[in-house]
Every structure is written in C-alpha cells, then in structure tokens.
C-alpha cells in the first residue's frame, strides 16, 4: 500500500577516522504518480548542511518511469570536525524529472540529531556505532 509520498531506503555510515559520512541512497518504493503523466522519473538530491549552512550537495541519476526506483549511489561527505556530527543535517529530496516543467519535489527527508521518530534513531545509531553501515526504510514528507 502506498504510504503518503512514498518511502526512503538510506544507508548510512560514519567513520570517526576520517571524519566523512556515507550516504547510500538504495532505493524508494510507493511513490505518487505525477499529475502529468503515469509514472514519474525520479532522482535524489542530496544537500548536507553544517549548522545552516549548505557545505555539498549531489544528485543521483535520473530513473525513468519508475514508481519503485533502484539508485544504489553512494556519496561521501567531509564532516568538517569542529562541527562534528551534532550540527550535520542531510537533506534527501526526491524529485520527478520534468522534461517541460520544473523538477517537482516527491518527497523530502531530513537525517539529523534533532529529528524525531526513525530519522531520528537512525541518526543517534550511527553516531553510536562508527564505521557500522546502518540502512533504514524513511517515510517521506511533503516538499
């Protein structure tokens, strides 16, 4: 059954060594279909933020006609060390590739310190077992 603006598989890893984080974004499934057409073409935008600030951002590839896409992309972050972790966000943006309009945005989530439920779970486990690769299923939120 589709859950509100679908679902999220991430994969998250950080190693305290280096100071980076891994974000794998593996796949989604349940997502609306767009007005427009039957199926969406849809990709992720990855933004980290220390504090308020965007330091990265990246994007996966675009899968075509796809409620239920597979991505398994991996991005690594610099985390810079002074901020640590407590002030990292990662800002996941499912978006539809419109060939006409603007890219609408499907769903959104938000992995960080602060956040409440599962994202917020998933996030406090990575801190608490570094170097442990940590893959959870995230409802989306509205955009």
Same mark, same amino acid.
């Not at 006609?65 to 800002?91: A, M, Q, R």
């Not at 602060?114 to 955009?143: D, F, M, Y």
């Given at each position: 059954?589709? $859950?509100?603006?679908?679902? #999220?598989?991430?994969?998250?890893? /950080? &190693?305290?060594?280096?100071?980076?984080?891994?974000?794998?974004?593996?796949?989604?499934?349940?997502?609306?279909?767009?007005?427009?057409?039957?199926?969406?073409?849809? /990709?992720?935008? $990855? %933004? *980290? /933020? &220390?504090? %308020?600030?965007?330091?990265?951002?990246?994007?996966?590839?675009?899968?075509?006609?796809? *409620? %239920?896409?597979? +991505?398994? !992309?991996? +991005?690594? +972050?610099?985390?810079?060390?002074?901020?640590?972790?407590?002030?990292?966000?990662?800002?996941? *943006? *499912?978006?539809?590739?419109?060939?006409?309009?603007? %890219?609408? $945005?499907?769903? &959104?989530?938000? #992995?960080?310190?602060?956040?409440?439920?599962?994202?917020? !779970?998933?996030?406090? !486990?990575?801190? !608490?077992?570094?170097?442990?690769?940590?893959?959870?299923?995230?409802?989306?939120?509205?955009?």
């Amino acid at each position: 059954k589709a $859950v509100g603006r679908g679902e #999220l598989l991430v994969s998250l890893c /950080y &190693q305290s060594t280096t100071n980076t984080l891994t974000v794998v974004v593996l796949k989604a499934r349940h997502l609306q279909k767009s007005e427009s057409s039957e199926l969406s073409d849809p /990709y992720v935008k $990855v %933004n *980290l /933020y &220390q504090g %308020n600030k965007r330091v990265c951002k990246k994007k996966t590839h675009v899968k075509k006609c796809s *409620l %239920n896409p597979v +991505f398994n !992309e991996l +991005f690594v +972050f610099d985390i810079p060390s002074e901020g640590e972790l407590k002030d990292t966000k990662v800002e996941l *943006l *499912l978006l539809d590739s419109g060939r006409l309009s603007r %890219n609408d $945005v499907i769903g &959104q989530l938000l #992995l960080c310190a602060t956040a409440e439920g599962t994202v917020g !779970e998933h996030w406090r !486990e990575i801190c !608490e077992h570094p170097r442990r690769q940590i893959a959870k299923w995230h409802i989306l939120s509205e955009g």
